[in-house]
């Protein structure tokens, strides 16, 4: 073997042996959805603390504007689930029983405004000399947190949930414990 084909063997051997960080195993399966259950609630808590903040009757008036029925009740109902929802999110504590709820709020903005929007969530109006402007959002970012409430939904309990902490205390096992 010439010396140019032994030295790539052993760079190879040394990519390979530094890659076993990409190998999966239970234990990372646990803690791989942790982040994305800790962003989408945080996402979820923001928004609903905004709506509160600015007063949910300015949000009533927004959901009146849509043809949502009870939009006084339904922006009280959506200040309450996102803030709650989204605590109980980042907390992993009911993921499954707050994950409908959280996902009828995305479908409401999805289909009431942002699909006429088209995909993108960056429209890029002008830029001037304050910076760019942009125009209304698409339903690009609807989709994301309702992928990513899907996908925390079917993994069952991730890592530092009290989902999990429940299923232990119970005595029984999850997916991948």
Not at 91 to 112: H, Q
Not at 144 to 173: C, E, M, N, Q
């Amino acid at each position: 073997m010439s010396a140019d084909a032994a030295a790539r063997k052993e760079n190879m051997r040394i990519l390979r042996d530094r890659m076993t960080w990409l190998r999966r195993s239970p234990a990372a399966d646990r803690w791989a959805l942790v982040p994305l259950r800790l962003v989408v609630g945080f996402g979820f808590v923001a928004h609903g603390y905004t709506k509160l903040a600015r007063g949910p009757d300015s949000f009533a008036a927004i959901l009146s504007a849509i043809g949502v029925p009870a939009p006084h009740l339904a922006a009280w109902a959506t200040v309450v689930i996102e803030l709650f929802g989204g605590v109980a999110m980042m907390a992993g504590a009911g993921v499954v029983v707050v994950t409908p709820l959280l996902a009828a709020i995305m479908l409401t903005a999805l289909f009431g405004v942002h699909l006429r929007y088209g995909f993108s969530s960056v429209r890029v109006k002008a830029v001037t000399d304050m910076g760019a402007e942009f125009g209304p959002i698409g339903y690009e970012l609807n989709l994301l947190y309702l992928a990513a409430l899907a996908t925390l939904a079917a993994s069952g309990p991730s890592a530092l949930s009290i989902d999990r902490w429940l299923a232990r205390r119970i005595g029984g096992r999850t997916r991948g414990a």
